[in-house]
Protein backbone atom coordinates (compact mmCIF):
# COMPACT_ATOMS: atom_id res chain seq x y z
CA UNK A 1 0.00 0.00 0.00
CA UNK A 2 1.31 3.08 -1.23
CA UNK A 3 1.67 6.20 1.05
CA UNK A 4 0.44 8.61 -1.94
CA UNK A 5 -2.37 6.22 -2.67
CA UNK A 6 -5.90 6.56 -2.43
CA UNK A 7 -6.23 3.19 -0.21
CA UNK A 8 -3.69 4.60 2.56
CA UNK A 9 -5.56 7.99 2.38
CA UNK A 10 -9.28 5.52 3.52
CA UNK A 11 -6.66 3.02 5.45
CA UNK A 12 -4.87 5.80 7.42
CA UNK A 13 -7.70 7.61 9.55
CA UNK A 14 -9.65 4.34 9.68
CA UNK A 15 -7.06 3.01 11.62
CA UNK A 16 -6.30 5.80 13.56
CA UNK A 17 -9.75 6.11 14.78
CA UNK A 18 -9.61 2.55 15.79
CA UNK A 19 -6.42 2.93 17.44
CA UNK A 20 -7.81 5.69 19.65
CA UNK A 21 -11.35 4.39 19.94
CA UNK A 22 -10.48 1.03 21.22
CA UNK A 23 -9.48 -0.20 24.67
CA UNK A 24 -5.35 0.18 25.46
CA UNK A 25 -5.29 -3.80 25.74
CA UNK A 26 -6.41 -4.06 21.90
CA UNK A 27 -4.80 -1.02 20.39
CA UNK A 28 -1.65 -3.61 19.83
CA UNK A 29 -3.54 -6.68 18.06
CA UNK A 30 -5.49 -3.98 16.15
CA UNK A 31 -2.28 -2.48 14.50
CA UNK A 32 -0.48 -5.56 14.03
CA UNK A 33 -3.87 -6.96 11.97
CA UNK A 34 -3.73 -3.26 10.15
CA UNK A 35 0.02 -3.78 9.44
CA UNK A 36 -0.71 -7.04 8.14
CA UNK A 37 -3.29 -5.89 6.00
CA UNK A 38 -0.93 -2.77 5.00
CA UNK A 39 1.69 -4.97 4.00
CA UNK A 40 -0.47 -7.57 1.96
CA UNK A 41 -2.02 -4.65 -0.11
CA UNK A 42 1.48 -5.17 -2.25
CA UNK A 43 2.11 -9.31 -2.43
CA UNK A 44 -0.03 -11.27 0.20
CA UNK A 45 1.79 -14.29 -0.04
CA UNK A 46 4.83 -12.71 0.59
CA UNK A 47 3.49 -12.32 4.42
CA UNK A 48 4.54 -15.86 5.07
CA UNK A 49 7.88 -15.01 4.45
CA UNK A 50 7.89 -12.28 6.88
CA UNK A 51 6.24 -14.02 9.47
CA UNK A 52 8.78 -16.99 9.05
CA UNK A 53 11.43 -14.83 10.13
CA UNK A 54 9.47 -12.99 12.77
CA UNK A 55 9.39 -16.63 14.43
CA UNK A 56 12.96 -17.03 14.08
CA UNK A 57 14.16 -14.39 15.63
CA UNK A 58 11.70 -13.93 18.64
CA UNK A 59 12.67 -17.54 19.71
CA UNK A 60 16.21 -16.42 19.19
CA UNK A 61 15.62 -13.77 21.53
CA UNK A 62 14.32 -16.03 24.25
CA UNK A 63 16.79 -18.64 23.89
CA UNK A 64 19.92 -16.25 23.96
CA UNK A 65 18.50 -14.60 26.78
CA UNK A 66 18.70 -17.90 29.24
CA UNK A 67 21.89 -19.37 27.14
CA UNK A 68 24.94 -19.47 29.16
CA UNK A 69 28.40 -19.74 27.20
CA UNK A 70 28.74 -20.91 23.70
CA UNK A 71 25.10 -21.34 23.46
CA UNK A 72 24.25 -17.89 23.85
CA UNK A 73 26.81 -17.37 20.70
CA UNK A 74 25.57 -20.43 18.93
CA UNK A 75 22.17 -19.12 18.77
CA UNK A 76 23.12 -15.71 17.65
CA UNK A 77 24.39 -16.98 14.72
CA UNK A 78 21.67 -18.95 13.88
CA UNK A 79 19.16 -16.41 13.94
CA UNK A 80 21.54 -14.12 11.80
CA UNK A 81 22.27 -16.67 9.55
CA UNK A 82 18.60 -17.73 8.64
CA UNK A 83 17.13 -14.09 8.68
CA UNK A 84 20.43 -13.15 6.02
CA UNK A 85 19.59 -16.53 4.64
CA UNK A 86 15.98 -15.44 3.36
CA UNK A 87 17.49 -11.88 2.06
CA UNK A 88 20.13 -14.19 0.41
CA UNK A 89 17.46 -16.51 -1.37
CA UNK A 90 15.51 -13.47 -2.45
CA UNK A 91 17.84 -10.76 -3.01
CA UNK A 92 20.87 -11.95 -4.07
CA UNK A 93 20.97 -15.55 -5.24
CA UNK A 94 20.48 -14.35 -8.87
CA UNK A 95 23.42 -11.34 -8.56
CA UNK A 96 25.79 -14.14 -7.65
CA UNK A 97 24.63 -16.89 -9.61
CA UNK A 98 24.87 -15.01 -13.15
CA UNK A 99 28.58 -13.41 -11.26
CA UNK A 100 29.58 -17.06 -10.94
CA UNK A 101 28.45 -18.16 -14.46
CA UNK A 102 30.16 -15.07 -16.25
CA UNK A 103 33.34 -15.92 -14.24
CA UNK A 104 32.76 -19.74 -15.36
CA UNK A 105 32.31 -18.39 -19.06
CA UNK A 106 35.16 -16.28 -18.68
CA UNK A 107 37.32 -18.98 -17.65
CA UNK A 108 36.26 -21.99 -20.16
CA UNK A 109 33.93 -23.71 -17.74
CA UNK A 110 30.91 -25.15 -17.46
CA UNK A 111 28.08 -23.92 -14.96
CA UNK A 112 24.72 -24.54 -15.50
CA UNK A 113 23.15 -23.66 -11.80
CA UNK A 114 19.30 -22.33 -12.66
CA UNK A 115 18.29 -18.57 -11.99
CA UNK A 116 15.34 -18.74 -9.55
CA UNK A 117 13.71 -15.37 -10.21
CA UNK A 118 12.12 -14.71 -7.22
CA UNK A 119 10.16 -11.82 -6.66
CA UNK A 120 11.66 -9.45 -4.23
CA UNK A 121 9.54 -8.85 -1.42
CA UNK A 122 8.84 -5.24 -0.59
CA UNK A 123 10.86 -3.76 2.36
CA UNK A 124 12.47 -6.95 3.10
CA UNK A 125 16.30 -5.29 3.75
CA UNK A 126 14.51 -3.22 5.80
CA UNK A 127 12.87 -5.48 8.52
CA UNK A 128 15.53 -7.88 8.11
CA UNK A 129 18.10 -4.81 9.73
CA UNK A 130 15.37 -4.25 11.98
CA UNK A 131 15.16 -7.52 13.12
CA UNK A 132 18.99 -8.05 13.23
CA UNK A 133 19.32 -5.21 15.36
CA UNK A 134 16.89 -6.70 17.84
CA UNK A 135 19.18 -9.99 18.45
CA UNK A 136 21.98 -8.35 18.23
CA UNK A 137 20.99 -6.01 21.33
CA UNK A 138 20.13 -8.63 23.44
CA UNK A 139 22.97 -11.05 22.62
CA UNK A 140 24.92 -7.52 24.07
CA UNK A 141 22.57 -7.26 26.79
CA UNK A 142 21.46 -3.76 25.94
CA UNK A 143 17.69 -5.28 25.46
CA UNK A 144 15.81 -7.75 27.16
CA UNK A 145 14.04 -10.29 25.15
CA UNK A 146 10.42 -9.49 24.49
CA UNK A 147 8.49 -12.28 25.76
CA UNK A 148 5.43 -11.54 23.97
CA UNK A 149 5.62 -12.52 20.58
CA UNK A 150 2.48 -10.07 19.29
CA UNK A 151 4.37 -7.32 21.03
CA UNK A 152 8.02 -8.27 19.03
CA UNK A 153 5.92 -9.32 16.02
CA UNK A 154 4.36 -5.77 16.12
CA UNK A 155 7.91 -4.02 16.14
CA UNK A 156 9.23 -5.39 13.05
CA UNK A 157 6.05 -5.02 11.24
CA UNK A 158 4.77 -1.51 12.33
CA UNK A 159 2.96 -0.25 9.54
CA UNK A 160 4.41 2.93 9.29
CA UNK A 161 7.68 2.21 8.73
CA UNK A 162 7.68 -1.29 7.77
CA UNK A 163 8.68 -1.01 4.39
CA UNK A 164 11.43 1.59 4.04
CA UNK A 165 11.71 2.29 7.59
CA UNK A 166 13.96 4.22 9.70
CA UNK A 167 14.83 1.21 11.01
CA UNK A 168 14.55 1.30 14.74
CA UNK A 169 16.43 -0.32 17.91
CA UNK A 170 14.42 -1.99 19.99
CA UNK A 171 15.00 0.16 23.17
CA UNK A 172 13.78 2.98 20.86
CA UNK A 173 10.27 1.54 19.63
CA UNK A 174 9.39 -2.11 21.67
CA UNK A 175 8.50 -0.06 24.86
CA UNK A 176 6.41 2.61 23.25
CA UNK A 177 3.83 -0.26 22.52
CA UNK A 178 3.18 -0.82 25.89
CA UNK A 179 2.96 2.66 26.55
CA UNK A 180 -0.93 4.08 26.17
CA UNK A 181 -0.72 6.95 24.01
CA UNK A 182 -4.00 9.67 24.99
CA UNK A 183 -5.37 11.68 21.67
CA UNK A 184 -3.54 14.95 22.36
CA UNK A 185 -4.41 17.34 19.71
CA UNK A 186 -0.97 19.48 19.42
CA UNK A 187 0.22 16.15 18.95
CA UNK A 188 -2.11 14.98 16.61
CA UNK A 189 -1.39 18.64 14.63
CA UNK A 190 1.97 18.06 14.15
CA UNK A 191 2.27 14.62 12.78
CA UNK A 192 -0.34 15.57 10.06
CA UNK A 193 1.37 18.85 9.22
CA UNK A 194 4.53 16.35 8.91
CA UNK A 195 2.67 13.76 6.50
CA UNK A 196 1.36 16.50 4.36
CA UNK A 197 5.03 18.57 3.62
CA UNK A 198 6.14 14.36 2.93
CA UNK A 199 3.54 13.94 0.79
CA UNK A 200 4.40 17.17 -0.84
CA UNK A 201 7.57 16.56 -1.35
CA UNK A 202 7.03 12.97 -2.85
CA UNK A 203 4.23 14.11 -5.29
CA UNK A 204 5.14 17.94 -6.08
CA UNK A 205 8.93 17.56 -6.27
CA UNK A 206 10.06 13.97 -6.22
CA UNK A 207 7.78 12.75 -9.35
CA UNK A 208 8.01 15.76 -11.23
CA UNK A 209 11.89 15.68 -11.21
CA UNK A 210 11.28 11.67 -11.66
CA UNK A 211 9.61 12.87 -15.35
CA UNK A 212 13.13 14.35 -16.29
CA UNK A 213 15.33 12.13 -14.49
CA UNK A 214 13.10 9.33 -16.56
CA UNK A 215 13.34 10.64 -19.82
CA UNK A 216 17.69 11.01 -19.63
CA UNK A 217 18.39 7.74 -18.11
CA UNK A 218 15.71 5.10 -19.76
CA UNK A 219 17.64 6.46 -22.91
CA UNK A 220 20.66 8.36 -21.92
CA UNK A 221 22.96 7.05 -25.08
CA UNK A 222 20.65 9.57 -27.11
CA UNK A 223 22.11 12.16 -24.88
CA UNK A 224 25.06 14.19 -23.97
CA UNK A 225 26.24 17.44 -22.31
CA UNK A 226 22.97 19.72 -20.82
CA UNK A 227 20.42 17.10 -21.27
CA UNK A 228 22.96 14.51 -18.89
CA UNK A 229 23.44 16.88 -16.21
CA UNK A 230 19.93 17.35 -16.39
CA UNK A 231 18.96 14.32 -15.41
CA UNK A 232 21.20 14.04 -13.33
CA UNK A 233 20.73 16.76 -10.92
CA UNK A 234 17.12 16.21 -11.12
CA UNK A 235 17.39 12.63 -10.15
CA UNK A 236 19.94 14.29 -6.78
CA UNK A 237 17.02 15.67 -5.87
CA UNK A 238 14.16 13.46 -6.60
CA UNK A 239 15.75 10.73 -4.62
CA UNK A 240 16.13 13.01 -1.81
CA UNK A 241 12.78 14.16 -1.62
CA UNK A 242 11.55 11.36 -2.46
CA UNK A 243 12.74 8.93 0.39
CA UNK A 244 13.11 11.97 2.91
CA UNK A 245 9.27 12.49 1.97
CA UNK A 246 8.61 8.74 2.27
CA UNK A 247 10.30 9.58 6.34
CA UNK A 248 8.54 11.95 7.02
CA UNK A 249 5.08 10.37 6.04
CA UNK A 250 6.16 7.33 7.99
CA UNK A 251 7.30 9.31 11.33
CA UNK A 252 4.33 11.62 10.77
CA UNK A 253 1.57 9.13 10.33
CA UNK A 254 3.15 6.99 13.84
CA UNK A 255 3.61 10.41 16.01
CA UNK A 256 -0.52 11.10 15.28
CA UNK A 257 -0.68 7.99 17.24
CA UNK A 258 1.72 8.82 19.70
CA UNK A 259 4.77 6.85 18.73
CA UNK A 260 8.47 8.16 17.74
CA UNK A 261 10.23 7.02 15.28
CA UNK A 262 13.87 8.05 15.12
CA UNK A 263 14.71 11.58 12.08
CA UNK A 264 16.04 9.95 9.19
CA UNK A 265 17.27 12.84 7.09
CA UNK A 266 18.55 16.26 8.40
CA UNK A 267 19.62 18.72 5.40
CA UNK A 268 22.14 16.51 3.97
CA UNK A 269 22.59 18.69 0.74
CA UNK A 270 23.43 21.23 2.92
CA UNK A 271 26.77 18.73 4.52
CA UNK A 272 30.48 20.71 3.89
CA UNK A 273 31.98 17.12 4.13
CA UNK A 274 31.19 13.46 2.53
CA UNK A 275 31.38 12.41 6.26
CA UNK A 276 28.69 15.14 7.34
CA UNK A 277 26.99 13.69 4.47
CA UNK A 278 26.29 10.54 5.85
CA UNK A 279 25.23 12.12 9.03
CA UNK A 280 22.52 13.51 7.40
CA UNK A 281 21.57 11.27 5.22
CA UNK A 282 19.68 8.14 5.60
CA UNK A 283 20.16 8.38 9.15
CA UNK A 284 19.01 4.89 10.99
CA UNK A 285 20.67 3.36 8.12
CA UNK A 286 24.37 5.13 8.17
CA UNK A 287 24.25 4.00 12.51
CA UNK A 288 22.79 0.49 11.92
CA UNK A 289 26.07 0.36 9.94
CA UNK A 290 28.45 2.34 12.09
CA UNK A 291 27.29 0.18 15.25
CA UNK A 292 26.93 -3.12 13.58
CA UNK A 293 29.42 -3.47 11.86
CA UNK A 294 32.32 0.04 11.27
CA UNK A 295 32.65 -0.28 15.08
CA UNK A 296 32.83 -4.37 15.04
CA UNK A 297 35.54 -3.87 13.06
CA UNK A 298 37.71 -1.75 15.13
CA UNK A 299 36.07 1.45 14.06
CA UNK A 300 38.73 4.46 13.88
CA UNK A 301 40.69 3.07 16.70
CA UNK A 302 42.80 1.12 14.79
CA UNK A 303 46.00 2.20 12.61
CA UNK A 304 45.23 4.38 9.28
CA UNK A 305 45.32 1.31 6.61
CA UNK A 306 43.32 -0.70 8.46
CA UNK A 307 40.90 2.11 9.25
CA UNK A 308 40.90 2.72 5.30
CA UNK A 309 39.86 -1.38 4.91
CA UNK A 310 37.33 -0.96 7.29
CA UNK A 311 35.72 2.16 5.48
CA UNK A 312 35.59 0.59 2.39
CA UNK A 313 34.08 -2.69 3.75
CA UNK A 314 31.64 -0.92 4.86
CA UNK A 315 30.28 0.97 2.20
CA UNK A 316 30.47 -1.97 -0.37
CA UNK A 317 28.33 -4.10 2.13
CA UNK A 318 26.09 -0.72 2.04
CA UNK A 319 25.79 -0.47 -1.80
CA UNK A 320 25.34 -4.21 -1.90
CA UNK A 321 23.03 -3.35 1.04
CA UNK A 322 20.62 -0.92 -1.46
CA UNK A 323 20.67 -3.52 -4.49
CA UNK A 324 21.99 -6.69 -6.44
CA UNK A 325 23.88 -5.03 -8.98
CA UNK A 326 27.64 -4.02 -9.76
CA UNK A 327 26.13 -0.39 -10.24
CA UNK A 328 24.98 -0.09 -6.31
CA UNK A 329 28.41 -1.75 -5.47
CA UNK A 330 30.05 0.58 -7.45
CA UNK A 331 28.08 3.58 -5.89
CA UNK A 332 29.38 2.38 -2.00
CA UNK A 333 32.99 2.11 -3.29
CA UNK A 334 32.95 5.44 -4.22
CA UNK A 335 31.47 6.70 -1.30
CA UNK A 336 33.99 4.51 0.46
CA UNK A 337 36.85 6.03 -1.86
CA UNK A 338 35.21 9.51 -1.08
CA UNK A 339 36.00 9.35 2.63
CA UNK A 340 39.32 7.42 2.13
CA UNK A 341 40.50 10.39 -0.04
CA UNK A 342 38.89 12.77 2.56
CA UNK A 343 40.84 11.85 5.71
CA UNK A 344 44.07 11.34 3.49
CA UNK A 345 44.27 14.61 2.64
CA UNK A 346 42.91 16.53 5.50
CA UNK A 347 45.91 18.09 6.14
CA UNK A 348 46.70 19.37 2.80
CA UNK A 349 43.60 20.63 1.98
CA UNK A 350 43.76 22.35 5.97
CA UNK A 351 46.77 23.87 4.40
CA UNK A 352 45.42 24.90 0.94
CA UNK A 353 42.84 26.71 2.78
CA UNK A 354 44.89 28.92 5.45
CA UNK A 355 47.25 29.64 2.13
CA UNK A 356 44.90 31.12 0.24
CA UNK A 357 43.07 32.96 2.13
CA UNK A 358 39.93 31.07 2.27
CA UNK A 359 39.32 30.45 5.61
CA UNK A 360 39.21 34.44 6.48
CA UNK A 361 35.85 34.05 4.51
CA UNK A 362 33.31 31.51 6.38
CA UNK A 363 30.70 31.63 3.97
CA UNK A 364 32.68 31.57 1.16
CA UNK A 365 34.50 28.39 2.59
CA UNK A 366 30.88 27.35 3.46
CA UNK A 367 29.59 27.47 0.07
CA UNK A 368 32.22 26.21 -2.14
CA UNK A 369 32.68 23.04 0.47
CA UNK A 370 28.56 22.52 0.15
CA UNK A 371 29.28 22.72 -3.53
CA UNK A 372 31.94 20.22 -3.83
CA UNK A 373 29.95 17.52 -1.70
CA UNK A 374 27.15 17.65 -3.69
CA UNK A 375 29.05 17.40 -6.50
CA UNK A 376 30.74 14.94 -5.83
CA UNK A 377 27.36 13.30 -4.44
CA UNK A 378 25.52 13.43 -7.86
CA UNK A 379 28.32 12.00 -9.51
CA UNK A 380 27.89 9.16 -7.26
CA UNK A 381 23.99 8.77 -8.10
CA UNK A 382 25.23 8.27 -11.59
CA UNK A 383 25.62 4.80 -10.63
CA UNK A 384 22.55 4.47 -8.11
CA UNK A 385 20.44 5.33 -10.98
CA UNK A 386 22.14 4.22 -14.50
CA UNK A 387 20.43 0.80 -15.62
CA UNK A 388 24.34 -0.74 -15.87
CA UNK A 389 28.13 -0.17 -15.28
CA UNK A 390 27.98 0.77 -19.15
CA UNK A 391 25.16 3.29 -19.14
CA UNK A 392 27.27 4.81 -15.88
CA UNK A 393 30.28 5.57 -17.75
CA UNK A 394 28.59 6.62 -20.88
CA UNK A 395 26.99 9.66 -18.33
CA UNK A 396 29.97 10.38 -16.32
CA UNK A 397 32.37 10.56 -19.70
CA UNK A 398 29.43 12.84 -21.66
CA UNK A 399 28.28 15.07 -19.08
CA UNK A 400 30.60 18.04 -20.88
CA UNK A 401 30.66 16.56 -24.29
CA UNK A 402 29.51 19.98 -26.32
CA UNK A 403 28.51 21.57 -23.28
CA UNK A 404 29.53 25.23 -24.71
CA UNK A 405 28.09 25.21 -28.13
CA UNK A 406 24.88 23.89 -26.50
CA UNK A 407 24.74 26.42 -23.77
CA UNK A 408 25.78 29.24 -26.65
CA UNK A 409 22.43 27.79 -28.77
CA UNK A 410 20.14 27.59 -25.67
CA UNK A 411 21.17 31.66 -24.63
CA UNK A 412 20.60 32.42 -28.21
CA UNK A 413 17.23 30.92 -27.56
CA UNK A 414 17.46 28.68 -31.02
CA UNK A 415 13.98 27.07 -30.37
CA UNK A 416 15.32 23.76 -31.31
CA UNK A 417 18.00 23.94 -28.95
CA UNK A 418 15.48 25.07 -25.87
CA UNK A 419 13.38 22.43 -26.53
CA UNK A 420 15.40 19.36 -27.43
CA UNK A 421 18.31 20.31 -24.89
CA UNK A 422 17.03 22.55 -22.24
CA UNK A 423 13.69 21.01 -21.85
CA UNK A 424 14.11 17.45 -22.76
CA UNK A 425 11.48 17.45 -25.24
CA UNK A 426 8.62 18.17 -22.63
CA UNK A 427 6.95 21.90 -22.66
CA UNK A 428 8.56 24.55 -20.52
CA UNK A 429 6.36 24.30 -17.85
CA UNK A 430 7.29 21.15 -16.69
CA UNK A 431 11.09 21.76 -16.11
CA UNK A 432 9.47 25.61 -14.27
CA UNK A 433 7.22 24.02 -12.01
CA UNK A 434 10.09 21.39 -11.23
CA UNK A 435 13.00 24.24 -10.85
CA UNK A 436 10.17 26.40 -8.61
CA UNK A 437 9.34 23.41 -6.16
CA UNK A 438 13.33 22.47 -5.17
CA UNK A 439 14.09 26.10 -5.02
CA UNK A 440 10.96 26.34 -2.96
CA UNK A 441 12.18 23.13 -1.06
CA UNK A 442 15.78 24.30 -0.40
CA UNK A 443 14.08 28.14 0.84
CA UNK A 444 11.92 26.17 3.22
CA UNK A 445 14.58 23.74 4.38
CA UNK A 446 16.81 26.91 4.83
CA UNK A 447 13.90 28.25 7.22
CA UNK A 448 13.88 25.20 9.01
CA UNK A 449 17.67 26.20 10.53
CA UNK A 450 16.32 27.46 13.89
CA UNK A 451 13.73 24.84 14.14
CA UNK A 452 10.93 23.15 12.08
CA UNK A 453 8.16 25.38 10.41
CA UNK A 454 5.71 23.62 11.59
CA UNK A 455 6.70 24.85 14.79
CA UNK A 456 6.18 28.06 14.31
CA UNK A 457 3.64 27.40 12.14
CA UNK A 458 1.64 26.08 15.07
CA UNK A 459 2.15 29.90 16.93
CA UNK A 460 0.91 31.62 14.54
CA UNK A 461 -2.35 33.55 14.53
CA UNK A 462 -5.36 30.72 13.20
CA UNK A 463 -6.24 32.56 10.16
CA UNK A 464 -2.42 32.47 9.03
CA UNK A 465 -2.24 28.49 9.88
CA UNK A 466 -5.33 28.07 8.32
CA UNK A 467 -4.48 30.27 5.07
CA UNK A 468 -1.14 28.17 5.44
CA UNK A 469 -2.66 24.47 4.96
CA UNK A 470 -5.35 25.68 2.17
CA UNK A 471 -1.73 26.73 0.21
CA UNK A 472 -0.50 23.15 0.67
CA UNK A 473 -3.34 21.35 0.10
CA UNK A 474 -3.67 23.32 -2.83
CA UNK A 475 -0.25 23.17 -3.94
CA UNK A 476 -0.76 18.86 -3.87
CA UNK A 477 -3.99 19.39 -5.76
CA UNK A 478 -2.70 21.63 -8.34
CA UNK A 479 0.83 20.58 -8.92
CA UNK A 480 1.28 16.79 -7.63
CA UNK A 481 1.73 14.13 -9.93
CA UNK A 482 -0.79 11.63 -9.10
CA UNK A 483 -0.03 8.39 -10.95
CA UNK A 484 0.36 6.37 -7.56
CA UNK A 485 4.49 5.93 -8.43
CA UNK A 486 6.22 3.99 -5.78
CA UNK A 487 8.76 5.05 -3.61
CA UNK A 488 12.41 4.72 -5.04
CA UNK A 489 13.70 2.74 -1.71
CA UNK A 490 10.76 0.36 -2.10
CA UNK A 491 12.96 -1.76 -4.16
CA UNK A 492 15.15 -2.56 -1.61
Given amino acids: MLFNSLQFALFFPIVTLLYFALPHRWRGTMLLLASCVFYMAFVPAYIAILAVTIVIDYVAGLRIAVARGPRRRLWLILSIASTCAVLF ?244 ALHGAYLIVSLATEGIRARVRASIGLTRHPALLAAWQTSVVFTLVTLGWVFFRAGSLGDAWYVLTHLGAGLGGQLAAVVAREPAAQHDLLFLGFEPSRLVIATTAVLALLAAERLQVSGPVRVRLAGAATPLRWAAYACAVLTIMTLGVFQSARFIYFQF
Fill in 89 to 332: VFKYFDFFNDTIALAARALGMSYAAPALQLLLPIGLSFHTFQSLSYVIEVYEGRQRAERDFGVYALYVMFYPQLVAGPIERPQRLLHQFRQEHRFDYDRVVAGLQLMAWGLLKKVVVADRLAELANRVYDAPRRYAGLPLITGTVAFAFQIYCDFSGYSDIAIGSAQVMGFTLMKNFDRPYTARSITEFWRRWHISLSTWFRDYLYIPLGGNRVARPRLYANLLVVFLVSGLWHGARWTFVVWG
